[in-house]
């Protein structure tokens, strides 16, 4: 019996992995919200699930308002998805033909390489300069069938940035042609004067698009709600290939709630900037390797591949998961998300043990 085949570009793709144990204490393998979402947003879910009969507002109007309100851009200019991920599949979709190349950094976040196989396009990936991207190296990486740049700015796994110049400069060392996507997930994070989000740029350009999630800083991972900004045509094309009922009525409500309160924003910044310097002056102190770092997140190295294995197992032993970075073909590398101070003292008790191994 012959049974269906799969698209031929699908055999070599693997699922995107996730870490998974049942005795962690502290997961910190998913750079999930360390305090949670607001009482505001939770209060928003809440209600809307008393309508959970009925279908949500396709135009996921109310929260490009919202949206639209808070960083004074053009709702109209806005699209909404089942988190930035879904958003990222929309774009390869829409403006990558089977054969065209997509380009992104040697460690860009992953779902860029799954997006770009899944819909039989190429993914490229431009070399990086001490695990930031690199602005020449990706130029000069373009092709004649390069149709996306894809810039994770801050960057996942690594926790790096290009400066506002540098995406600038990027930006016009592109062909006209060339869709720059600048994935900001991470930007509320970012705690210094030379970041630039990408709001700017997608506002002033036709070719350039920005990314955001409310999976991070906000705590609405489990709500899967993410969002775009850029030119109205742009925006245009992707309603067109986007389901029409993408984002629940849950997801827009408790998102709409979270990005109107600024409060709460500030407070998981202002925690995350005082935990990562914390933990990372304990880690410099102790001889331990790590990327600098101005997410909610920090890249820890190791000599080697078996070393960072023990130090998986001597976290675990504290009761902490944390992310093996094998899949970013950074093998000797774990990522461990910011936590409470308690999570943060085990992480760095588990580590204590190998530090002497570090690189």
């Given at each position: 019996?012959k049974?269906?085949a799969?698209r031929?570009?699908?055999?070599?793709?693997?699922p995107?992995?996730?870490?998974?144990?049942?005795n962690?204490?502290?997961?910190l393998?998913a750079?999930?919200a360390?305090?949670?979402?607001?009482l505001?947003?939770?209060?928003?879910a809440?209600?809307?699930?008393?309508s959970?009969d009925?279908?949500?507002?396709?135009?996921?109007?109310?929260?490009?308002n919202?949206?639209g309100k808070?960083?004074?851009?053009?709702?109209?200019r806005?699209i909404?998805?089942?988190?930035?991920?879904e958003?990222?599949?929309?774009?390869?979709q829409?403006y990558?033909?089977?054969g065209?190349?997509?380009?992104f950094?040697?460690?860009?976040f992953?779902?860029y390489?799954?997006?770009?196989?899944a819909?039989?396009a190429?993914?490229?990936?431009a070399?990086?300069?001490?695990?930031?991207?690199?602005v020449d190296?990706?130029?000069a990486?373009v092709t004649?069938?390069?149709?996306?740049?894809?810039?994770?700015?801050?960057?996942?796994?690594?926790?790096t940035?290009?400066?506002?110049a540098?995406v600038?400069?990027?930006?016009?060392?592109?062909?006209?042609?060339?869709?720059l996507?600048?994935?900001?997930?991470?930007a509320e994070?970012?705690?210094?004067?030379t970041?630039?989000n990408?709001?700017s740029?997608a506002?002033?350009?036709g070719?350039t698009?920005a990314l955001?999630?409310?999976?991070?800083?906000?705590?609405?991972?489990g709500?899967r709600?993410?969002w775009?900004?850029?030119?109205?045509?742009?925006?245009?094309?992707?309603?067109?290939?986007?389901?029409?009922?993408?984002?629940g009525s849950?997801?827009?409500?408790?998102a709409?709630?979270a990005i109107?309160?600024?409060d709460?924003?500030?407070?998981?910044?202002?925690?995350?900037?005082?935990e990562?310097?914390?933990l990372?002056?304990?880690?410099q102190s102790a001889g331990i390797?790590?990327?600098?770092?101005?997410?909610?997140?920090?890249?820890?190295?190791?000599?080697?591949?078996?070393?960072c294995?023990?130090?998986l197992e001597?976290?675990?032993?504290?009761?902490v998961?944390a992310?093996?970075?094998?899949?970013?073909g950074i093998?000797?590398?774990?990522?461990i998300?910011?936590g409470?101070?308690?999570?943060?003292e085990a992480?760095?008790?588990?580590?204590?043990?190998v530090r002497?191994e570090?690189t």
């Amino acid at each position: 019996m012959k049974l269906p085949a799969p698209r031929p570009n699908l055999q070599a793709l693997r699922p995107y992995q996730v870490a998974i144990s049942r005795n962690s204490i502290y997961n910190l393998s998913a750079n999930e919200a360390c305090l949670g979402p607001s009482l505001s947003a939770v209060s928003a879910a809440a209600a809307a699930a008393n309508s959970l009969d009925t279908y949500p507002d396709g135009s996921a109007s109310a929260l490009r308002n919202a949206i639209g309100k808070r960083y004074d851009l053009d709702p109209s200019r806005i699209i909404c998805g089942a988190g930035s991920e879904e958003l990222i599949s929309l774009i390869v979709q829409a403006y990558a033909a089977p054969g065209d190349e997509v380009l992104f950094t040697q460690f860009g976040f992953i779902k860029y390489e799954l997006a770009a196989r899944a819909f039989g396009a190429i993914p490229i990936r431009a070399p990086e300069s001490d695990f930031t991207a690199d602005v020449d190296a990706l130029i000069a990486s373009v092709t004649p069938r390069t149709r996306i740049v894809f810039l994770a700015n801050p960057n996942n796994p690594t926790g790096t940035f290009l400066h506002e110049a540098q995406v600038r400069r990027l930006r016009a060392g592109l062909r006209s042609d060339i869709l720059l996507v600048i994935d900001a997930a991470y930007a509320e994070f970012v705690a210094t004067d030379t970041y630039d989000n990408g709001l700017s740029l997608a506002r002033s350009t036709g070719n350039t698009l920005a990314l955001r999630t409310f999976s991070k800083i906000h705590g609405l991972a489990g709500l899967r709600c993410g969002w775009g900004f850029g030119a109205q045509e742009l925006v245009d094309t992707l309603h067109k290939v986007r389901g029409a009922f993408n984002v629940g009525s849950v997801s827009q409500a408790a998102a709409a709630a979270a990005i109107a309160d600024i409060d709460h924003e500030a407070r998981a910044r202002d925690h995350n900037i005082a935990e990562l310097a914390w933990l990372t002056d304990r880690f410099q102190s102790a001889g331990i390797a790590f990327i600098p770092s101005v997410c909610n997140f920090v890249v820890v190295r190791f000599n080697d591949a078996e070393t960072c294995q023990r130090a998986l197992e001597a976290l675990a032993g504290q009761g902490v998961l944390a992310m093996p970075l094998n899949g970013y073909g950074i093998s000797e590398a774990i990522r461990i998300t910011i936590g409470t101070r308690d999570a943060n003292e085990a992480v760095l008790r588990g580590l204590m043990g190998v530090r002497h191994e570090s690189t």
